[in-house]
C-alpha cells in the first residue's frame, strides 16, 4: 500500500487544538501514515500573550514545535487542520497563513490534497460548525477534497455529533475528553484511509 504523507497543521493559544492535532496524528501513524506535527506563526504581540498565564505556558512550551510551511503542504497528500474558533470563524493565524498559500495555489499544488478538520469553543454552541464550513470553503477553492467525519462511526456522537469535523468544549487546562479523543482518532484514520485509496488511484493511472 502507498504510505501517506499527513500534515497535521494547528493554532492553539492556551493547548486544546494542539492535544488535539497530537491525538489526530497519533491515530495517523498507527494507521501508516507519515505524519508531521506543524503549527502556524503566532501573530499575537508578547504583551497579550504574557497577559493571559495559559496561553503564555502554552507558547513557550511549545516554541519548538516547527512552523508550517507551504513545502510541507506540498509534500503532504492529505492534511488535517485544528483551529479554535473566533466569533464562528478561523483565527486570524490560521487565516493568514492560509491567505500565504496563495502561491501553491496558483500551481495547483492544493489539487486532490485530502482535507478535514476539527475545532473547539469555550461552549458547546460556540461557533464550531461555522468555523469548520469557513475552512472548507477556503478548501474547495484549493480544489481539495475534503473528508469530513460525518456519521461513520459512533464516537462521533459521543463526542457530540458534528459531523464536519471533531469538536470540543475547550477547558481551562486544555485538556480533551476520551469520547472526543476517540473521535479524533477515527477522523484521522478515516483520512488516511481515503488518501490511501486516492494515492493508489493515482499510481494506477
Do not use: C
Not at 1 to 11: F, P, Q, S
Not at 53 to 68: F, I, R
Not at 144 to 166: K, R
Amino acid at each position: 500500500m502507498a504510505t501517506v504523507n499527513l500534515a497535521v497543521v494547528y493554532y492553539s493559544s492556551t493547548g486544546t487544538n494542539h492535544k488535539m492535532a497530537l491525538a489526530a496524528a497519533e491515530a495517523a501513524r498507527d494507521a501508516g501514515a507519515e505524519v508531521k506535527v506543524l503549527k502556524v506563526p503566532e501573530l499575537a504581540p508578547e504583551e497579550a500573550i504574557a497577559s493571559n498565564a495559559g496561553w503564555k505556558a502554552h507558547y513557550e512550551a511549545t516554541k519548538n514545535v516547527p512552523e508550517a510551511k507551504a513545502s510541507d503542504l506540498e509534500w503532504a497528500d492529505a492534511i488535517i487542520f485544528s483551529v479554535p474558533t473566533r466569533f464562528g470563524n478561523l483565527p486570524s493565524q490560521m487565516k493568514q497563513f492560509l491567505d500565504t498559500m496563495g502561491g501553491l495555489w496558483a500551481q495547483g499544488k492544493t489539487v486532490n490534497k485530502v482535507v478535514s478538520a476539527m475545532t473547539s469553543a469555550q461552549n458547546s454552541h460556540g461557533g464550531q460548525e461555522a468555523t469548520l464550513l469557513s475552512l472548507y470553503t477556503s478548501m474547495y477553492h484549493w480544489g481539495a477534497i475534503v473528508v469530513a467525519p460525518g456519521y461513520t462511526d459512533p464516537s462521533l456522537f459521543a463526542a457530540g455529533g458534528n459531523p464536519y469535523g471533531t469538536s470540543v468544549t475547550a477547558v481551562e487546562d486544555g485538556s480533551v475528553s476520551a469520547e472526543a479523543s476517540a473521535a479524533i482518532k477515527h477522523q484521522a484514520k478515516r483520512v488516511v484511509t481515503v488518501a490511501e485509496w486516492l494515492k493508489k488511484g493515482q499510481g494506477q493511472g
